[in-house]
């Protein structure tokens, strides 16, 4: 099946620092996510991005799926947005008929 | 307005036990989906309806049922519940199975901490 890594495992930034965060995919897909689950567990979708790119305020994401990653951006940070980040990719109506979570990169923003 | 609610936050129960979780979406989503988080926070799927017919079901324990009532409910049963069953439990829901054509993000519900003493 798909094999989905995402790097940094851990990061810790200063509020106002800029971060990009990666997830790198084995397979062709046609669906990826991002997710922040907050210090509460509480797991919010932030993009659904197959390809292209996004921008919601001070984040944005980038997929490039003819190589296989996506980047997740996010400019001055704020302590709001620790916790850990998920990217999830699947195939429907391939070979991954669900979607794939990374094991995450844990964010901890310091005021 | 809660879109995807699980009900309870938190069951702390003994082994051997029987215990169901609730899950309810008010999105009009045709999909939902069981997910379990463990101790190390790596999310793996276990289940997933479509409109109240079962179209994804992982290699879980049989003491592991499902029900969808309706496109709206999908509940989680489980029976003789073990120490190893601890853990989070997310019910979730996306407008379709997913496909390449439809933007069909994930919304997840907040989450059951199920505890097996």
């Known amino acids: 099946g798909i094999q989905v890594e995402q790097s940094p495992p851990d990061l810790i930034l200063q509020e106002g620092a800029n971060s990009t965060l990666r997830c790198n995919f084995s397979?062709?897909?046609?669906?990826l996510q991002w997710f922040h689950q907050n210090p509460w567990g509480q797991l919010i979708n932030l993009f659904y991005i197959p390809s292209g790119t996004k921008q919601n305020g001070r984040l944005s994401a980038t997929t490039v799926a003819t190589e296989r990653y996506s980047l997740l951006y996010i400019s001055s940070s704020q302590t709001t947005d620790s916790g850990v980040y998920f990217c999830a990719v699947g195939n429907y109506g391939g070979a991954t008929n669900k979607l794939i979570f990374g094991t995450g990169t844990l964010l901890a923003v310091q005021p | 307005d809660t879109a995807v609610s699980q009900t309870p936050k938190y069951l702390v129960t003994q082994m051997g036990n029987d215990k169901s979780i609730k899950c309810e979406q008010n999105l009009g989503h045709d999909t939902m989906y069981w997910y379990k988080q463990d101790s190390k926070k790596f999310l793996k799927i276990m289940f997933s309806y479509n409109n109240k017919e079962l179209i994804i079901n992982e290699t879980v324990p049989n003491r592991f049922s499902p029900k969808s009532p309706d496109k709206a409910h999908l509940n989680l049963h489980i029976n003789s519940l073990e120490l190893g069953d601890s853990a989070v439990y997310f019910c979730?829901?996306?407008?379709?199975?997913?496909?390449?054509?439809?933007?069909?993000?994930?919304?997840f519900g907040n989450g059951t901490r199920l505890t097996v003493t």
């Open positions: 397979d062709s897909v046609n669906n």
């Open positions: 979730a829901s996306s407008r379709d199975r997913g496909g390449s054509s439809y933007n069909s993000p994930l919304h």
